[in-house]
């Protein structure tokens, strides 16, 4: 087998393809995140902190000199990045817990049984029982 045939069939794949559809839509959902915490989450809280804006916490290990600039840890960036993970990891929670419940109640709903094809015999059996109560 061709290395582009067996590249086409991997390719191909619905598992591949589901990856792929999930890795877009999980990077948009998370610009969408980090926009709500950053835009939306965080501006009140900073306000009720008496206007703190998290981007500018940071500790400066060295102050900037002449076009040298400083050397700080962005502390504020961090919360922020961590604010995103745990509702990124909060929403992935609750989305993995409703496929669980859905997978669940599939599972303990019973299928409905189907009476099987009666053979030949039963289907004759059955003619001359019928033939046997007109008759009488």
């Not at 390719?11 to 995140?33: E, Y």
């Not at 981007?55 to 961090?78: C, Q, R, Y």
């Not at 609750?94 to 099987?116: D, F, T, Y």
């Amino acid at each position: 087998m061709s290395i582009v045939k067996e590249f086409k069939e991997f390719a191909v794949k619905g598992n591949v393809v589901d990856l792929a559809v999930g890795v877009i839509i999980g990077g948009a959902f998370g610009k969408i995140v980090s926009s709500l915490v950053t835009d939306v989450i965080m501006p009140p809280i900073g306000l009720l902190l008496h206007g703190i804006d998290f981007k500018d916490i940071k500790i400066t290990l060295k102050e900037a000199v002449g076009k040298t600039p400083a050397v700080a840890i962005n502390i504020g960036s961090f919360i922020n990045a961590a604010i995103d993970f745990i509702i990124v990891a909060f929403v992935i929670f609750l989305m993995i817990k409703g496929i669980n419940a859905m997978k669940r109640s599939e599972e303990a709903a019973p299928e409905p049984e189907v009476a099987p094809e009666p053979t030949k015999e039963e289907l004759l059996l059955t003619e001359i029982r019928d033939l046997l109560a007109k008759k009488a």
